[in-house]
């Protein structure tokens, strides 16, 4: 019976914690190694004491990972199929481009009847599918490498893998060309091969290292023949017009490199008599066309359908105990992901809901139960407040960078100017006439100087280089950007709604924390502005920047126009309320 209690306690945890959760341990150990030596035929498991055995932690995903292995395989699925409907436009071009190039002006009949006999052709179909499958490797390479929500404008020339999407974006056109010039019975000759591979990888190039493919919401939401129709059509920005616009610049480029390529490889006079043909330059133009366009409108469709919005629940009031996967997936937990795009769903989606009025916005100022404990609510303003605090940190560091030279020099020169002042007013008046002259003119050597060390020096031809190989890339990138804008625009809409939704004042006692945390990061951008502004940065620099800085002075204008002076009664500073009318 002794031994029966002193067991007994032994496993309830009376004896210690530590004595129970080593025996835990060791059970579980001498489990894991008589498998592992039953498995590997040795013969019977032999019992270790506990001081023998070294356990290792077994590591389970969280919530969030699991959350996050979810929401990566279905955009991974998105892209597989923006990658198929995208290539489809490939099979269209194909028959466009055979239908042309197998057209003559002088039998329009006949030109008219080949066109629609293709249709009918088995060998034309197959041609057409192995043109479907080349591009849809292509551009499934460069959905799954490159379109990102963080990608940058244009790509690096230095990215390995932007130059394999490249070449196998390069490849898949050179099928395409092939198969069109084989099936319109145009015949290929080296200098036809020769141009049209100048052709093909100049287009590739100016796809893959010109286009932006970071990963943006759409205008037309679950609509994907509207996408479609816009695609074709030749109005304003569609991918048609614009294409049809960069081909006929990138065509001058590939005439000049085809004759000098041909002038060295086939000799002069091959060469000029081959571009001479009119079929050439038809057949060139239109490859052009093709693989802008391709690349164009893959980016329009990839945009469609991979960012499809996506709506995430509340979580219910009362605790759930055993949460299915689908359970799990609420605002509150996608809030709290690291992966970029998730990020970019989950904000986009609280954004969403704070702009609709009704119950579901109703569930954010919500109770929790048992408790009664606001749990929406400081979980949504929890990571609004880190979003943007963020940005603020990011700012400041580069702020700290600048080294505050340019503050330095004028507080040397008012100093100078300010001594050079009271020595003046001492002199006598027949020596200040004389002198007067002479600081003036020494003061304004002394700015000059002051101003040759601010200015930017020329770059040298290795800095140029480095220009335009680098990209530009700003104090936050244009993913951060946008966070802070959904987050800035989330918060101060539900602050607003909750002047008449709130019934139990969970947001009064946050006002004061938010209302901080958004005039630090408005007053740190301006800070940045103000250190560097005797330097010169180009608009693509500065634009996620000033964005952020619209965004965050719209949050307090909109929340001081619907709170009023009421905002006085908040503990926050003197300096805090001079900027916040400031920003009004």
């Known amino acids: 019976r002794g031994r029966t209690s002193g067991m007994d306690s032994f496993l309830s945890g009376s004896g210690g914690g530590a004595n129970a959760s080593s025996f835990y341990e060791y059970e579980y150990a001498k489990a894991d190694l008589s498998s592992s030596r039953l498995s590997s035929g040795r013969g019977p498991a032999v019992s270790s004491p506990p001081s023998m055995i070294r356990t290792q932690p077994l590591v389970l995903p969280n919530i969030f990972d699991q959350i996050a292995d979810w929401f990566i395989g279905i955009i991974e699925r998105r892209k597989l199929v923006a990658s198929a409907v995208s290539s489809g436009c490939s099979i269209i071009l194909f028959f466009l481009l055979t239908a042309l190039l197998q057209a003559s002006p002088w039998a329009p009949v ?57 070449a196998t974006f390069c490849l898949a056109q050179i099928i395409l060309v092939a198969a069109t010039h084989s099936m319109a019975g145009a015949p290929m000759d080296s200098a036809r091969w020769l141009f049209s591979i100048v052709t093909v990888t100049a287009s590739a190039t100016h796809v893959i290292f010109r286009l932006d493919y970071r990963l943006v919401f759409g ?27 960069e081909a006929l610049l990138l065509y001058r480029i590939v005439i000049g490199a085809s004759l000098v390529l041909g002038s060295l490889l086939l000799g002069v006079s091959p060469t000029f008599f081959a571009l001479l043909s009119p079929s050439i330059h038809l057949s060139l133009l239109l490859s052009t066309l093709a693989a802008l366009f391709i690349g164009r409108a893959h980016v329009r469709l990839t945009r469609e359908i991979v960012m499809k919005p996506i709506s995430f629940p509340l979580p219910p009031p009362h605790a759930v105990r055993s949460p299915t996967p689908a359970q799990t997936r ?6 709290e992901a690291n992966e970029p795009t998730l990020k970019i769903f989950a904000l986009t989606d609280l954004a969403r809901l704070s702009r609709v009025v009704g119950d579901r916005r109703l569930e954010i100022f919500s109770l929790s139960q048992p408790g009664g404990h606001p749990r929406n609510w400081t979980s949504i303003k929890n990571a609004c ?44 008046e027949r020596i200040r006439q004389q002198v007067y002259s002479t600081a003036i003119r020494s003061r304004h050597a002394r700015s000059l100087r002051a101003a040759a060390s601010l200015a930017p020096p020329k770059p040298t031809v290795v800095e140029k ?40 004042g969970v947001v009064q006692r946050d006002l004061a924390e938010v209302l901080r945390a958004i005039v630090k ?64």
């Not at 043109?131 to 990215?159: E, G, M, Q, Y």
């Not at 059509?233 to 614009?242: D, I, K, M, T, Y």
């Not at 952020?548 to 503990?571: C, H, P, W």
């Open 330 to 335: 609420t605002m509150l937990n996608v809030l």
């Open 385 to 428: 407040v880190r979003v943007i605090e963020d940005a603020r940190e990011k700012v400041e560091c580069a702020t700290r960078s600048l080294g505050g030279r340019a503050g330095s020099l004028n507080e040397t020169s008012d100093e100078d100017e300010d001594g050079v002042d009271r020595q003046m007013l001492l002199m006598p």
């Open 465 to 504: 280089i480095k220009r335009f190989v680098d990209v530009p890339v700003g104090v936050v990138s244009r993913h951060d950007a946008t966070l802070v804008q959904l987050a800035a625009e989330s918060i101060h809409l539900l602050i607003c709604a909750s002047f008449d939704e709130d019934r139990y």
């Open 219 to 245: 205008t037309f939401g679950s609509k994907l023949s509207l996408a479609l129709w816009e695609c074709f059509s030749l109005e304003g920005e569609s991918p048609l017009a614009v294409a049809a616009k």
């Open 110 to 166: 006949a030109s008219v009847f080949g066109a629609l006999s293709l249709f009918l052709s088995l060998s034309v179909w197959t041609t057409a599918i192995i043109v479907w499958i080349a591009s849809f490797f292509a551009l499934a390479l460069i959905n799954h490498t490159l379109a990102k929500p963080d990608t940058t404008r244009r790509l690096c020339v230095l990215r390995k893998d932007a130059w394999g999407a490249a």
């Open 521 to 584: 990061t408005a007053n740190a951008i301006r800070e940045h502005f103000r250190a560097r502004n005797a330097r010169a940065t180009s608009s693509e620099e500065d634009a996620p920047l000033c964005a952020m800085d619209e965004a965050l002075v719209t949050a307090v204008y909109q929340i001081k126009n619907q709170f009023g002076d009421s905002l006085r009664s908040l503990s926050l500073s003197k300096e805090e309320f001079a900027a916040i009318d400031m920003m009004c």
